[in-house]
Structures are given as structure tokens and as C-alpha cells.
């Protein structure tokens, strides 16, 4: 089993509320779609609400329209086959009649620690980093995949939160000058 799974996170912003005639379709879709997914192979977990059936409820940001979806996958593989080899592509392709066409870059996926479950701050941060500064190894989509970090978890995490290494130094001691 590998020592990291691969998140992704995408957002929308629906047309209409959710309870709407405009997503009755999108909404009553929901329940199928998202049993497809955690019965995928290589699926690990998706984002839910209080509700623990869906993530319609949360909203990153201030903006009461914007739905969120975030889960981890065992590899851009099994994501890729999830999002475009399964019913789910039905869904994707009608997605214009629920959800506006975003100027801004709208999903992101990154490389987690197995066992890692991203909240609705990590995913968005991840989607800023592509704005601000494009792909790479941080922040891609599946035009720029990038592998899995080298190294185990363990030093994965360590770098990730400015830990030492047993040689004393700090990631940023490492970076090149």
C-alpha cells in the first residue's frame, strides 16, 4: 500500500438554491452519484456535512452558492476512471445546467499522507496556490499530474510542518540560496 493517497477538491457555484425546481435533477442525482463513488475502486473518502450523506451544506467561503467537494483516492488513476469512466461522467456532462462557468481556476488535487483527511481550509488553500502560482508537485490537475512525493509519509510531514531533520536542520536551511 502506498504511503500517500491523492485529495482533490473542486468547487462550483450553483445557479439556483438547492432547493429549487432549477436543481431538483442535480439534487435528487446526489445519493446515486455519491454511492458510485464509495464503491469505486481505490476510493478512500469524500468531505461531508453534519448530515454525513453529502457536502451540500458546507461553504467554503462567504458565498452561499458555492458547494464544495473534496475526497481522497488511491491514485489519479482510480480518480481518473471515477470521474470520467463511471455514471459520474453523466452528471459532469449536465453540469451546466446547474453550476455557472467559473473565470478562476476551480479544482486542485495534491499528494496527503495515507490516512490523511483534508478540511475545507487545506482545499481551498490548494486551489489559491494554482491561482497564485500554477501547477506543481503542491497543487495540480490532471493536465500536470505530478507522482507521489519521494521519501516516506513521515518526512513528508516533517517538511510539510518546518520539523527538523535528524541532521538539526529546518526544510528551509535545505532550500538553495
Avoid at 448530515?51 to 462567504?62: I, V, Y
Wanted: charged share 20%; hydrophobic share 40%.
Amino acid at each position: 500500500m502506498s504511503q500517500f493517497h491523492l485529495a482533490q477538491v473542486n468547487v462550483g457555484r450553483i445557479l439556483a438554491p438547492l432547493d429549487s425546481p432549477q436543481l431538483a435533477d442535480f439534487v435528487a442525482q446526489l445519493p446515486e452519484i455519491n454511492a458510485v463513488a464509495d464503491q469505486a475502486p481505490g476510493f478512500v473518502w469524500r468531505m461531508v456535512d453534519d448530515s454525513g450523506t453529502d457536502a451540500t451544506n458546507l461553504r467554503p467561503g462567504n458565498d452561499d452558492m458555492l458547494l464544495i467537494n473534496c475526497s481522497v483516492w488511491e491514485s489519479a488513476e482510480a480518480l481518473r476512471n471515477f470521474t470520467y469512466r463511471s455514471e459520474h461522467l453523466k452528471v459532469l456532462a449536465r453540469r451546466r445546467e446547474w453550476f455557472e462557468r467559473l473565470a478562476d481556476l476551480h479544482h486542485a488535487m495534491w499528494w496527503v499522507p495515507a490516512g490523511h483527511r483534508p478540511d475545507i481550509g487545506e482545499a481551498m488553500d490548494r486551489i489559491a496556490l494554482i491561482r497564485d502560482i500554477g501547477e506543481g508537485p503542491g497543487a495540480f490537475t490532471f493536465r500536470a499530474p505530478h507522482p507521489p512525493p519521494a521519501g516516506s509519509a513521515v518526512e513528508f510531514e516533517n517538511v510539510r510542518h518546518g520539523v527538523p531533520s535528524p541532521s538539526g536542520h529546518t526544510p528551509a536551511e535545505h532550500t538553495p540560496r
